[in-house]
């Protein structure tokens, strides 16, 4: 028995495992083999595997991402690999940009080069 089903999750977002629902099988069926092909479908914005992270009040954002807000400064924290392409918000024009190398924050210049001295 062959069984083919299509999942466009263009519209549902996500990362690590998902666990899809393959329905239509008889009862007491066995599944011995299965094949996913996956294709990777551009956002809205038309760039492949952009993400866009948004926040809601309570902190916790797109993604699993998190901000918590200091004395000052904002921490955000991905809690993945992901090249910052973009920070958008209000009272920003002052504001510097660190990154947590591992334990040392890193100030971050406006070509998003290591600021030096």
């Known amino acids: 028995m062959k069984l083919s089903r299509r999942f466009p999750g263009q519209n549902i977002p996500f990362e690590g495992d998902r666990t899809l629902m393959v329905e239509g099988l008889p009862e007491s069926a066995r599944i011995e083999t299965a094949r996913v092909t996956l294709t990777p479908v551009a956002p809205p914005s038309g760039t492949l595997f952009e993400e866009r ?3 809601n009040g309570a902190g916790v954002g797109s993604f699993g991402a998190t901000k918590v807000p200091g004395s000052g400064a904002v ?13 958008l918000g209000a009272g920003l024009s002052s504001a510097n940009l660190l990154v947590d190398l591992g334990g040392l ?11 030096t001295p």
């Open 75 to 87: 921490e955000v924290d991905f809690h993945a690999r992901r090249t910052l392409g973009r920070v």
């Open 105 to 115: 924050f890193v100030e971050i210049n406006q070509r998003g080069a290591v600021r």
């Open 53 to 55: 992270l948004s926040f």
